[in-house]
T-cell receptor, first 116, second 117 residues
C-alpha cells in the first residue's frame, strides 16, 4: 500500500526565515509526486509535479526536490502570505490498459505559519 | 476556464437524511475524482470517473454512497442515511487524459463541507 508521511506536522517561521518541509514516501513504482498548497476552507491548489530522482522545480519562493525516498519543499525568505497547509501526494505506476494509474495518495500535510 | 465548481459550499443535515452534492469539472477534463478530507488529514480517495464510466470505488465508499457522472460532464455524489461520521469536506477534482508519462495533476474545487448533526 502506498504511504506518504510529511514532517513536521506544523512549522512556525518568522518572515524571511528559510526552511524545508519533508515528504517521505513508499510506493510501488513512482509515476509522479505532487505538491499542493491548501488555504483554510479551500481545496488544494496544485504547485508542482516531480517525476524522477534528482528533479527540481521552482516557483517564486518555493523549490521542490525529489530523491528515491523523499521530497523536500524548500521555502526561501517566506512571507506571511505563504502561510498555508502544504500537501504532498504520490501517484503510483499502474496498469497500462486504459491509461495510467490515476489515484493520488496524500500525506497529512504540514501547516506552515509565517509571522511578520 | 473557471476551474472546478462545487455546490453547495456548506451543507448541514440531520442524521438519517440524504444529501447530494454536485461537481462541475474543468470543461476539457475527462477524468473526475471525489475525495473526502477530515480535519488535520490529507484528502482520501473515494471514487474516479473517466468520461461517464466509474472505474474505481474506494472501500471507504460504503453502499450508502453513490456517485454518477451522466454524459461525462458534471458529477453528483449522494449520501443516504447520513451518519455523524460522514461529516467532512467532500472535494471534487478533475484532470485531463495525458499520453506518454500518463501524469496529469488533479485540479480541485473548493469542496462541500458537510456537517451531520
Amino acid at each position: 500500500e502506498d504511504q506518504v508521511t510529511q514532517s513536521p506536522e506544523a512549522l512556525r517561521l518568522q518572515e524571511g526565515e528559510s526552511s524545508s518541509l519533508n515528504c517521505s514516501y513508499t510506493v510501488s513504482g513512482l509515476r509522479g509526486l505532487f505538491w499542493y498548497r491548501q488555504d483554510p476552507g479551500k481545496g488544494p491548489e496544485f504547485l508542482f509535479t516531480l517525476y524522477s530522482a534528482g528533479e527540481e522545480k521552482e516557483k517564486e519562493r518555493l523549490k521542490a526536490t525529489l530523491t528515491k525516498k523523499e521530497s523536500f519543499l524548500h521555502i526561501t525568505a517566506p512571507k506571511p502570505e505563504d502561510s498555508a497547509t502544504y500537501l504532498c501526494a504520490v501517484q503510483a505506476e499502474g496498469r497500462r490498459s486504459g491509461g495510467s494509474n490515476y489515484k493520488l495518495t496524500f500525506g497529512k500535510g504540514t501547516l506552515l505559519t509565517v509571522n511578520p | 476556464d473557471t476551474g472546478v465548481s462545487q455546490d453547495p459550499r456548506h451543507k448541514i443535515t440531520k442524521r438519517g437524511q440524504n444529501v447530494t452534492f454536485r461537481c462541475d469539472p474543468i470543461s476539457e477534463h475527462n477524468r473526475l475524482y471525489w475525495y473526502r478530507q477530515t480535519l488535520g488529514q490529507g484528502p482520501e480517495f473515494l471514487t474516479y470517473f473517466q468520461n461517464e464510466a466509474q472505474l474505481e470505488k474506494s472501500r471507504l465508499l460504503s453502499d450508502r454512497f453513490s456517485a454518477e457522472r451522466p454524459k461525462g460532464s458534471f458529477s453528483t455524489l449522494e449520501i443516504q442515511r447520513t451518519e455523524q461520521g460522514d461529516s467532512a469536506m467532500y472535494l471534487c477534482a478533475s484532470s485531463s487524459l495525458v499520453t506518454g508519462t500518463g501524469v496529469s495533476p488533479l485540479h480541485f474545487g473548493n469542496g462541500t463541507r458537510l456537517t451531520v448533526t
